[in-house]
Each structure stands twice: as structure tokens, then as C-alpha cells.
């Protein structure tokens, strides 16, 4: 398919937000790996909800609760459909992608022994890395961490080596924020089975760019953050295959988790509700329904191909400036693009192309780890979404090149 056969102005029209202006200079968003913006529809909902709607849910018999209660199990369900989960009550929600790891950093901790171990990777952000230093403290756990080359892909001779019976899960990024990676997780989630370990995968990075299929996948769980694919803050999902969550102690105690509640003794709720304790983010659930709505019109082969057009065109203009050097080299990679300019801090050239209506990230971006493994304090990325333009990476090109003019 040709990547002119994407509308992008037809997409473009969709997010209000594209068209306002920064420091008097037309809106450049390139900072999506940090949050993506909402399409009207997603913004909509959420008016739509406190306007009309809003009540509790899962409690009243009155019928706005009645009808927030079906509001919200419908987007559970949209989602579900997405992501091809067996069951809905396979779909919990979350606050995001952190909340998602660390609820199975807690519940799954709570299984594990002295002397096992969890696997990670050196590209993980530090919402893949904190949760489990913190249970390896609390149970005596070992963290094992998957090394990386200079290009920025795993040593996958490495994992071999790491993994073991005592290897307990392998929780792994499918997309590096960082560097852009694709990680072959077909092939890590049947490596690591085949050792007897479970598999969390973060599709923080993942879900807004390729189809996710976690049957196909074979994944335990699966995380990610609702904003970052085009829906609101405040929410995400964890997905996890029904009979392992069913073996799991909740999480967190509350309201709406339990099904029946003495002094003697609680008894919880089934799936999802016993991972779901408290009055959710009930706009935030419907809206990123919305924002899974919105994914479900596109054609996601041809935003494949469009995103990794973006790719090859911004790594083809970078490839001209003198001093510049591109980090993160891998050959499967998704639409990110981090660098670094000798003798310039990143920070430096984000501010002066903020100046210039131009959205990056400086920064380590909750990857400090990898900043350690090439030496640098951070890098400026620039992360595309399905919105974005050639035309605006022109106007980024050239506003990069004014900034390292002036900084030189
Ligand atoms: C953004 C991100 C996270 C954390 O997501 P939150 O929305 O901050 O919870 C985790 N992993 C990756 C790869 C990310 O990009």
C-alpha cells in the first residue's frame, strides 16, 4: 500500500489542539512517546459524561448509574475486542502503565520466594525497573537484567543465559521510548515459558502504533497508559490471562473489589472487580473506549507504513548535520528518533526549538540506565504520531538548524 494513501489531513482534523500555536509559531507536536493528544471524539465523551451522565457506577439502581455502569463495561469491552483478550474480565483498569506494573509487581510478588528472580531488560523506563527493586527488598527476590548492544538491540544471546527455573517473570518493553526498539517479544514470551517464567509486556510504546493481539502474543500481562494512545491521563489497563489473575491476592483493598465484607473475615469480588478497588476514573475509562474507537476506523497497515515513512524521512534530513548522533540504531524500530549534538546539551536546543513552536522531549526520559550505558545526559527525541507531517519535520529540520547555529 502507498503511504499517500493515508489521509493525514483527515486524521489532523480530528485534534483540535494541532491547531493552535506556540510562541506565535504553528503547533509542532513531536513529543507523543511523553503523551499523545485527543481526538474530538475523546474530548467530547468527556463533556458528554459530566454534562449528562455522570453517577457512580456498579452500585445504584437509579438509572444514570445504570447507565455509567454499561458506559464503562462497554468501553472495557471495546478494548478487550482491541486487544483480542479471551474475556472482558480479563481487562482491568488502571491508572496507567506504572499502576498496571506495579499491581503486578504487589500481587505476583506476593507469590514468589526468597532466591527467585525477575528478569528486565536495560531499556526499560524506570516504571518497569522501581516496582521490582522495590518487591526484590520487600521478598528477597534477585533482578537479572538483559543487556543491549550499541544499536540499541537486545543481547538476545544473553537471555539464554539468563534465564532459569528460578526465573519467576520476564517483564519487558515491546517498544523502547528511548531509542525507538522493536523487541522481538514473540520470541522472548516463548523463551521465557519455555523456562517456566511469566511474561508482563509494557505496551506503553506499542499499542498506539501496531495491532496488539494478546492471544497471539501468549503474554501473561499486558501493560499500558490510556494517554498515550490518544486517550485521557488518569487511566490504563492491564491485561492478564484469566486463570493467573484468578491465583492472584488483590492488590489494593476498598470498596467495589470485595463480596462480602465482616470484621471476621472479606471475601473478593470476581474478575476484573477484585483488582479494581475504589470509584475509577469512570470518564477516563469511557473516553479511552472513545480513543480505542478511534484506533478501530484506521487502517493500521497503512499507519504502519505512514509512521515508519516519517521514520525514514527524519532519520534521512538528521543524517546531514554535522556532530549530530542518532541513538538508538536498531533495525526494527518505531517512529522515535533520539539525539544527541556534540558539545550542546540537549536541553539547550529544546528550549530553542520550543521557541520555535517545535514539541520535543530533553532528557534522560525515565531511562536513566540507558543515558549511563551511552555515556550522555540525556538525549533530545522527537516521537511522531499518526498526525504528524513531512512538512513538519522540515520546519523541525530547519529550526534545529537555526538552534545549533546559535548555540554554537
Ligand atoms: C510512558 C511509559 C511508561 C509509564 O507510563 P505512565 O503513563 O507514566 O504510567 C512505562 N513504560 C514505557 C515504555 C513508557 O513509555
Not at 449528562?52 to 454499561?70: F, K, P, W
Not at 478487550?80 to 499491581?103: M, P, R, W
Not at 540506565?369 to 511522531?384: C, E, N, V
Request: glycine letters at 8%; hydrophobic letters at 40%; charged letters at 20%.
Amino acid at each position: 500500500m502507498n503511504a499517500s494513501q493515508f489521509n493525514v489531513e483527515e486524521i489532523r482534523n480530528q485534534f483540535p489542539i494541532l491547531q493552535r500555536s506556540v510562541n506565535g509559531k504553528k503547533l509542532v507536536y513531536l513529543d507523543n512517546g511523553a503523551t499523545a493528544q485527543k481526538p474530538q471524539l475523546v474530548i467530547d465523551s468527556i463533556t458528554k459524561y459530566y454534562s449528562y451522565e455522570n453517577a457512580n457506577i456498579h452500585r445504584g439502581v437509579h438509572l444514570m448509574s445504570q447507565e455509567a455502569t454499561n458506559a464503562y463495561e462497554n468501553a472495557r469491552t471495546t478494548i478487550q475486542s482491541y486487544i483480542h483478550a479471551a474475556e472482558s474480565c480479563e481487562v482491568i483498569f488502571t491508572k496507567g502503565t506504572t499502576d498496571s506494573i506495579n499491581l503486578v509487581a504487589f500481587s505476583l510478588g506476593e507469590t514468589l520466594q526468597k532466591g527467585d528472580e525477575i528478569l528486565i531488560s536495560y531499556m526499560e523506563h524506570h516504571s518497569n525497573i522501581v516496582p521490582w527493586q522495590l518487591l526484590c527488598e520487600r521478598k528477597g527476590l534477585v533482578l537479572k537484567v538483559i543487556p543491549i548492544r550499541e544499536n540499541g538491540e537486545l543481547d538476545l544471546e544473553a537471555v539464554d543465559n539468563l534465564l532459569s527455573e528460578k526465573t519467576k517473570l520476564l517483564s519487558i518493553t515491546h517498544v523502547s521510548n528511548t531509542l525507538g526498539t522493536i523487541n522481538p517479544v514473540e520470541d522472548l514470551i516463548k523463551k521465557a515459558h519455555a523456562a517456566g517464567a511469566k511474561v508482563l509486556i509494557d505496551g506503553a510504546q506499542s499499542i498506539q502504533h501496531f495491532p496488539i493481539d494478546v492471544q497471539a502474543l501468549d503474554c501473561d500481562f499486558f501493560a499500558f497508559s490510556g494517554h498515550k494512545v490518544f486517550g485521557p491521563t488518569g487511566v490504563g489497563i492491564l491485561y492478564g490471562k484469566k486463570q493467573i489473575l484468578e491465583n492472584l491476592p488483590p492488590y489494593q483493598g476498598g470498596g467495589d473489589m470485595i463480596a462480602k465484607v465482616s470484621f471476621a473475615k472479606t471475601t473478593y469480588n470476581e474478575l476484573p472487580h477484585k483488582f479494581e478497588a475504589g470509584t475509577p476514573h469512570i470518564s477516563g475509562g469511557i473516553a479511552l473506549g472513545k480513543a480505542f474507537e478511534f484506533m478501530q476506523q484506521l487502517n493500521l497497515e497503512q499507519v504502519i507504513e505512514y509512521e515508519h515513512s516519517l521514520l525514514m524521512y527524519t532519520e534521512e534530513v538528521l543524517s546531514s548535520f554535522n556532530g549530530l548522533r542518532i541513538i538508538g540504531t536498531a533495525s526494527d524500530k518505531a517512529s522515535v528518533v533520539s539525539f544527541v549534538v556534540d558539545n550542546i546539551h540537549p536541553f539547550d536546543i529544546g528550549t530553542l526549538l520550543d521557541k520555535q513552536g517545535i514539541a520535543v522531549r530533553t532528557g534522560h526520559h525515565c531511562t536513566q540506565p540507558l543515558m549511563d550505558f551511552y555515556q550522555i545526559p540525556g538525549t533530545i527525541r522527537a516521537s511522531f504520531a499518526l498526525y504528524n507531517t513531512k512538512a513538519e519535520i522540515d520546519l523541525f529540520a530547519e529550526a534545529l538548524a537555526r538552534a545549533i547555529q546559535m548555540l554554537k
